[in-house]
């Protein structure tokens, strides 16, 4: 079964033992972006410092500016429209956009906006624009994968691995704005993975992302008894302003649409995302689940073993 045991929004941060070792984090963590004190972001910001060495988060619940540092910072529009301004570059940005900020480059805008910003440590290619805006640059375009596979599937490529997924590549950090309608359950390995945030822009009612922290267990499907299926998944439904921070080794899945921009660190390393629904496939077989007692799982993903 489900249990609902991530922290919705509204309710406290959840409480941390002072001897917890954020490298370590095992679960998913999530922050509400839209609420006044950004409720569960410093938890956060505290745990993706930890384990990614040279990388930063912050959020600007309203900015009209930000200084240079000396790294590079990525920017994703959250909330708001403005005129951007980058050195001699400008541009009109709005929820969906990113903002590439070399050492030394500022920002300035002609409003304010509400923003996740990265720094990162490397600088991306000339070739990466100061403006990304995957709704209104010709050489973004659908690219149906990852968690909307689908035929006709919204998913747009800012920064990539890969120079067939899109013409914008950087190797410290991906992201991709998607419709998270039934993507597969998968995971990325601790050793040779990436940790995952889903930035959460638009999201239906049924909008909910499924997590793990047994992938151990469920990747020996003939290990699991009845009396694991308690925890075994959990669920938290998805909302508008929503961080989910998702670290390496942590199963996941999204589904009941959700407009998200995925943003990954490193990157969308090939071969790190490691599918789990034939092990939920083969758990239902062993226990004879099926109906509403059966664990949730991508039909299509559940045929074969995935790995993207």
């Not at 309608?181 to 998968?186: E, K, L, P, R, V």
């Not at 090939?270 to 092990?279: F, K, T, V, W």
Request: glycine share 10%; net charge neutral; proline share 7%.
């Amino acid at each position: 079964m489900l249990v609902a045991a991530l922290p919705v929004a509204g309710c406290a941060r959840p409480r941390v033992a002072a001897s917890e070792r954020w490298e370590q984090l095992d679960r998913p963590l999530v922050a509400q972006l839209a609420r006044p004190d950004a409720d569960g972001f410093a938890g956060i910001q505290r745990a993706f410092a930890a384990r990614n060495a040279g990388y930063e988060i912050f959020y600007h619940p309203r900015v009209s500016s930000l200084p240079a540092a000396d790294r590079t910072q990525i920017v994703c529009v959250q909330s708001g429209s403005a005129l951007a301004r980058v050195g001699a570059w400008a541009s009109d940005v709005g929820v969906g956009d990113c903002i590439v900020l070399r050492p030394g480059q500022s920002l300035t805008l002609g409003g304010s906006i509400a923003a996740l910003s990265f720094r990162v440590p490397a600088d991306p290619p000339a070739e990466v624009p100061a403006f990304i805006r995957p709704d209104w640059d010709p050489r973004i375009t659908d690219t149906p994968g990852g968690c909307a596979t689908e035929t006709g599937a919204y998913r747009r490529i800012l920064l990539t691995w890969l120079g067939k997924s899109g013409p914008y590549l950087f190797h410290a950090l991906n992201i991709h704005r998607v419709r998270i309608a039934d993507s597969f359950t998968h995971y990325h390995p601790i050793d040779g993975g990436f940790d995952e945030f889903y930035l959460v822009q638009m999201a239906g009612p049924d909008a909910r992302v499924i997590t793990s922290r047994h992938v151990d267990k469920i990747t020996q499907p003939d290990s699991v008894e009845r009396s694991d299926l308690t925890d075994l998944l959990e669920s938290r439904p998805l909302h508008v302003g929503d961080l989910v921070y998702l670290p390496r080794g942590v199963a996941h899945r999204g589904v009941g649409g959700a407009l998200v921009q995925v943003i990954t660190v490193p990157g969308f390393i090939p071969g790190a995302e490691i599918g789990l629904d034939h092990h939920l496939a083969a758990i239902n077989r062993r226990l004879g689940l099926s109906g509403s007692a059966a664990l949730p799982l991508n039909v299509e993903a559940s045929q074969k073993a995935v790995v993207r």
